[in-house]
Nanobody, 124 residues
Framework: QVQLVESGGGTVQAGDSVRLSCASS????????MGWFRQAPGKEREFVATISWGGGSTYYADSVKGRCTISRDNAKNTVYLQMNSLKPEDTAVYYC?????????????????WGQGTQVSVSS
């Protein structure tokens, strides 16, 4: 069983940085592709970033490219999302997700395990 727990969210000012963490208890994430998604109020969930199980491949949404970095520490069973130069439009609940069915995935349909989410609020 995989239980994902996100942390690191909060309220920040535009231009600030935040690092989100996603830790797993139970099954190791070593062989899982990991993704970050977000959902703003009144909007559909959208893809943010993904990293392959080995960490060698990453992919980002255009809206965050150049401002975000996804990384993983398999020894700690943890995945991170570093977000810089935050904008008010980055305000959302951020979710991490895991899949053992794909090496890397940008669609939420490919993911089988989800965390409960962490709120990031960016004020102007």
């Amino acid at each position: 069983q995989v239980q994902l727990v996100e942390s690191g969210g909060g309220t920040v000012q535009a231009g600030d940085s935040v690092r989100l963490s996603c830790a797993s208890s139970g099954r190791t994430l070593r062989s899982a592709a990991m993704g970050w998604f977000r959902q703003a109020p009144g909007k559909e969930r959208e893809f943010v970033a993904t990293i392959s199980w080995g960490g060698g491949s990453t992919y980002y949404a255009d809206s965050v490219k150049g401002r975000c970095t996804i990384s993983r520490d398999n020894a700690k069973n943890t995945v991170y999302l570093q977000m810089n130069s935050l904008k008010p439009e980055d305000t959302a609940v951020y979710y991490c997700a895991a899949t053992y069915r794909r090496n890397i995935a940008t669609s939420g349909r490919e993911y089988d395990y989800w965390g409960q989410g962490t709120q990031v609020s960016v004020s102007s």
